[in-house]
């Protein structure tokens, strides 16, 4: 089955160390995004990549990085420099950027920071 | 700048009444709108997106939305609710490459 694959489902990390989740799809998709999702706030796009080798930051890249190596793969690491990041994670694809191409969310990671 | 905003944060119902709920948005062009229903600890799903043309769209699972311009709105209706409609509701308009998401509307189902 075709799909978006995030693991681990929940992850716990002590302050001060980088974490990294992550993302596979065997959709065939160009386009992968990651969201942070926080109760009350909807989603918000950290980074998207339209192709491999590349990407953008979205309105809260900052203290994540991204990698864009493989066109089934888009890792998120969360460095410590990000000052809140216990969230729920989510990572979508889409054929492409354009409107006309439906996002396909995985299960979304779950991080905990202590 | 653009702006979603869903003024309902819980909505609770009895299983068979009708829904509505509500999405304003902020975009000085004609928008591309969306709903997406998310299940607790699970990714988002599309249920239904409006473009151009009819301002009734239908989705997935029962659901239609209605575009109305004067009103900046694109509320979410089904006409009788199900217990396994109880989720996470959100409202999202797209931009140059980007979706910008509503904060979400919780919907309870009492039997």
């Known amino acids: 089955d075709g799909g978006i694959t995030q693991s681990p489902k929940y992850l716990f990390r002590k302050e001060g160390q980088n974490v990294t989740l992550s993302c596979e799809q065997n959709l065939n998709h160009d386009a992968m995004y990651w969201y942070r999702q926080d109760p009350g706030q909807g989603l918000r796009l950290i980074y998207y990549s339209q192709i491999v080798n590349d990407f953008q930051k979205g309105d809260i890249a900052e203290g994540y990085s991204v990698s864009r190596e493989k066109k089934e793969s888009f890792p998120l690491t969360v460095t410590s420099a990000q000052k809140n990041p216990t969230a729920f994670y989510l990572c979508a694809s889409s054929m492409g950027t354009s409107v006309s191409w439906e996002q396909y969310f995985g299960p979304g990671t779950r991080l905990t920071v202590t | 700048a653009q702006s979603v905003t869903q003024p309902d944060i819980h909505i609770t119902v009895s299983e068979g009444a009708s829904l509505e709920l509500r999405c304003n948005y902020s975009?000085?062009?004609?928008?591309?709108l969306f709903w997406y229903v998310q299940s607790p600890g699970q990714g988002l799903q599309l249920l239904l997106k409006?473009?151009?043309?009819?301002?009734l769209v239908q989705g997935i699972k029962g659901f239609e939305a209605e575009f109305k311009r004067s009103q900046s709105s694109f509320n979410l209706r089904k006409p009788s609710v199900h217990w396994s409609d109880a989720a996470e509701y959100f409202c999202a308009v797209y931009n140059f490459n980007k979706f910008y998401f509503g904060s979400g509307t919780k919907l309870n189902v009492k039997p």
């Open positions: 409006y473009f151009s043309g009819d301002t």
């Open positions: 975009y000085g062009a004609t928008p591309y």
